[in-house]
Every structure is written in C-alpha cells, then in structure tokens.
Nanobody, 125 residues
Framework: QVQLVESGGGLVQAGGSLRLSCAVS????????VGWFRQAPGKEREFVAS????????SLADSVKGRFTISRDNPKNTVVLQMNSLKPEDTAVYSC??????????????????WGQGTQVTVSS
C-alpha cells in the first residue's frame, strides 16, 4: 500500500512563494510517477504538474508555467512543488497522487491510483 502525505501549504500574499512537499511511503518510490492537482471551492479538480519516475519528464499546466516547478528526490521519497509568483487564483486544496508507470508524466487525474489528503493554499490579494 502506498501512502502520500502533503505538507507546506498555508497563507501567502500575492507574489509570494510556497514549497509543497509530497512524502511517499514504500520502498518502491522509484516505480511511481507523481502528479499534483488542485481544487478550488465550486470548481473541478485540475492538473497542476507531474513528474515521471526518473524525474526526466515533467509536465506543467499552462496556468502555472514559468511560476511553478516540480522535482523529486528519490532517496528521500519526496516530490516537491515549488510555487513562485503566486496569484489569488492559485488558491485551492493541492493534492499529490502517484501511479506506477515506466515512462511519462500523466496529466489526467483518472490515471493515478493513490492520493494524499491535500493541503490548503490560500493566496491573498
């Protein structure tokens, strides 16, 4: 069983930065591609970023390109979402998800098998 725990959320002013971490349990972390998704109140869940098992492939939503980056530290079983130049419209619950995959960084929520509980990010104007 794979468990994911997010941390790093909080309240920040527009233009500020936050660093979200996704800790993934299990000795097979290297087998998993990981994605970040977010859901704002009254809106559908949307893709934010994803990274392949090797870290060699990443995908970012157009709305966050140039502001967010995703990386992974395989020895530490952690994936990090660095969020810079935050905007009020980035306010949402951010969740990480994992899927076993040899290649690729999926951008569709249905492709992921395991999910964390989420962490709240609030950006004030």
């Amino acid at each position: 069983q794979v468990q994911l725990v997010e941390s790093g959320g909080g309240l920040v002013q527009a233009g500020g930065s936050l660093r979200l971490s996704c800790a993934v349990s299990g000795r097979t972390f290297r087998s998993y591609a990981v994605g970040w998704f977010r859901q704002a109140p009254g809106k559908e869940r949307e893709f934010v970023a994803s990274i392949s098992r090797s870290g060699g492939t990443t995908s970012l939503a157009d709305s966050v390109k140039g502001r967010f980056t995703i990386s992974r530290d395989n020895p530490k079983n952690t994936v990090v979402l660095q969020m810079n130049s935050l905007k009020p419209e980035d306010t949402a619950v951010y969740s990480c998800a994992a899927r076993q995959a040899f290649v690729g960084a999926a951008t569709v929520a249905a492709a992921y098998d395991y999910w964390g509980q989420g962490t709240q990010v609030t950006v004030s104007s």
